[in-house]
C-alpha cells in the first residue's frame, strides 16, 4: 500500500468492545525486514498499512495506529495478525458499518483461525479498518489481530483452541 497509514483501531475485550479512532498520519514507507516467505526477521517499527496476515506486534495501544512493532513470531509478542479481507470500491461506508463489517468477518475467522469462537478465546481481537482519509487513497482492507494484552506470546496462536 503507498498511501498514509491511518486506521480504525477496533478491540473487542472479551465480552466489551471498544472503538478507538485514528490519529495522525505517517509515510508508508518503513517496512520490517522479511525473509523469502514473508516473515519478519527482526524486530522494527513499521508503518501500520504493512502489517500483513501472519505478522506478529508488539503492544497495541488505544487511540492512533500509524506505527507499530513488528517482532518475528517466534519472540515474545502481544498480536498476530490472522485474516484480511478487501473492500469493494465505492464511496466511503462510514465507521458504523465498517465496524461492523469487521466485527462479522474478524470473529468467523477467528474461530477458523484459533480453534474456538472469540467469546470463548483467552485472546482478545483487534480491528484495522480504513478511515475516511485512507478511504479516499485506496485503502480498503480489514486486517484482524488477535494476540493478548499482557504479551508474553511465542509462536503462532493457529489451532491453539484457547
Same mark, same amino acid.
Given at each position: 500500500?503507498?498511501? #498514509?497509514?491511518?486506521?480504525?483501531?477496533?478491540?473487542?475485550?472479551?465480552?466489551?468492545?471498544?472503538?478507538?479512532?485514528?490519529?495522525?498520519?505517517?509515510? *508508508?514507507?518503513?517496512?520490517?525486514?522479511?525473509?523469502?516467505?514473508?516473515?519478519?526477521?527482526?524486530?522494527?517499527?513499521?508503518?501500520?498499512?504493512?502489517?500483513?496476515?501472519?505478522?506478529?506486534?508488539?503492544?497495541?495501544?488505544?487511540?492512533?495506529?500509524?506505527?507499530?512493532?513488528?517482532?518475528?513470531?517466534?519472540?515474545?509478542? =502481544?498480536?498476530?495478525? =490472522?485474516?484480511?479481507?478487501?473492500?469493494?470500491?465505492?464511496?466511503? #461506508?462510514?465507521?458504523?458499518?465498517?465496524?461492523?463489517?469487521?466485527?462479522? =468477518? *474478524?470473529?468467523?475467522?477467528?474461530?477458523?483461525?484459533?480453534?474456538?469462537?472469540?467469546?470463548?478465546?483467552? =485472546?482478545?481481537?483487534?480491528?484495522?479498518?480504513?478511515?475516511?482519509?485512507?478511504?479516499?487513497?485506496?485503502?480498503?482492507?480489514?486486517? *484482524?489481530?488477535?494476540?493478548?494484552?499482557?504479551?508474553?506470546?511465542?509462536?503462532?496462536?493457529?489451532?491453539?483452541?484457547?
Amino acid at each position: 500500500m503507498n498511501h #498514509p497509514a491511518k486506521a480504525s483501531v477496533r478491540r473487542v475485550a472479551l465480552p466489551l468492545a471498544l472503538l478507538f479512532a485514528a490519529g495522525s498520519m505517517v509515510s *508508508c514507507s518503513s517496512e520490517a525486514p522479511r525473509n523469502s516467505a514473508g516473515e519478519v526477521t527482526a524486530s522494527a517499527v513499521a508503518a501500520a498499512a504493512s502489517i500483513k496476515v501472519g505478522d506478529c506486534t508488539g503492544e497495541l495501544k488505544e487511540g492512533s495506529l500509524s506505527t507499530a512493532d513488528l517482532v518475528p513470531c517466534a519472540q515474545a509478542h =502481544y498480536f498476530e495478525a =490472522y485474516a484480511s479481507k478487501t473492500l469493494t470500491d465505492g464511496d466511503f #461506508p462510514g465507521e458504523e458499518s465498517l465496524r461492523k463489517s469487521a466485527d462479522t =468477518y *474478524c470473529n468467523d475467522q477467528f474461530e477458523t483461525f484459533v480453534g474456538v469462537g472469540s467469546n470463548d478465546s483467552t =485472546y482478545v481481537v483487534f480491528h484495522l479498518t480504513p478511515v475516511a482519509e485512507t478511504w479516499a487513497t485506496g485503502d480498503r482492507q480489514i486486517l *484482524c489481530l488477535a494476540g493478548s494484552e499482557k504479551g508474553g506470546l511465542t509462536g503462532s496462536l493457529k489451532g491453539t483452541e484457547k
